[in-house]
């Protein structure tokens, strides 16, 4: 049985990721969201969150933020294509229930799927 957790290679865990995602990426978002991204040649996604003291003063809350986006991304990651993202939280999720938060990322993947690459055809291009 595979493990439910997200795994550390899905995750953006050096500053120097994040820095890069900052200088050169594409970026969209919803109302209680952003996203930023980049195509990364690791053939899988990985995602880095940014959870500030502005979104809530009360720790319990970004916490609880940034656990349904973790859960929203594990479940849709071998769904995406090779990217490294950073989501962003804005001051309006705070309030939000779970399952509008959720709702909200499930808008924002599939906003993602499109840069999915098509596999190649068996052919050789010249």
């Known amino acids: 049985?595979?493990?439910?957790?997200?795994?550390?290679?899905?995750?953006?865990?050096?500053a120097g990721d994040f820095a890069a995602l900052r200088q050169a990426s594409g970026?969209?978002?919803g109302r209680c969201f952003s996203v930023r991204y980049r195509q990364?040649?690791?053939g899988h996604a990985r995602m880095?969150?940014?959870?500030?003291?502005?979104v809530s003063k009360r720790a319990v809350e970004r916490n609880r933020i940034k656990r349904l986006a973790r859960e929203s991304?594990?479940?849709i990651r071998h769904d995406l294509p090779a990217v490294?993202?950073?989501?962003?939280?804005?001051?309006?999720?705070?309030g939000l229930p779970g399952t509008e938060l959720l709702a909200e990322l499930d808008a924002l993947w599939r906003k993602l799927a499109p840069l999915k690459r098509a596999p190649a055809a068996g052919t050789i291009e010249r």
């Open 1 to 14: 049985m595979r493990a439910a957790g997200l795994p550390r290679e899905a995750r953006l865990c050096r």
């Open 84 to 94: 490294d993202l950073v989501l962003m939280a804005r001051e309006q999720a705070a």
């Open 27 to 29: 970026r969209f978002g």
């Open 40 to 42: 990364n040649e690791l």
């Open 73 to 75: 991304f594990r479940r």
């Open 48 to 54: 880095g969150l940014a959870i500030s003291k502005r």
